[in-house]
């Protein structure tokens, strides 16, 4: 079973340790095999595909709560925000 992190800019995540059930693989995000939603991304086991992590992608509210917090992550997706074209 996947685990599912709520909070996106929850520290560590991208490091912690998953071992697949499946087939006993070892690793963490990074070294997983990915598929983006418009929701969350799901993170695989390399070797047999078996969902190992789903995180979620942050609403607005999160990314400015984080950002207020000091996450520098978030306070870099402020300033992409703040830069992108309006519509008229």
Request: net charge negative; proline share 8%.
């Amino acid at each position: 079973m996947a685990t599912t992190i709520e909070n996106y800019f929850q520290p560590g995540w991208r490091e912690q340790m998953h071992t697949c059930a499946a087939c006993e693989w070892k690793g963490n995000a990074p070294a997983m095999t990915m598929e983006v939603d418009e929701d969350a991304t799901e993170y695989a086991c390399p070797v047999c595909e078996n969902p190992l992590l789903v995180v979620m992608h942050p609403d607005l509210e999160q990314v400015q709560a984080a950002a207020a917090s000091g996450n520098d992550e978030a306070q870099a997706y402020l300033a992409i925000i703040a830069d992108a074209p309006r519509p008229d």
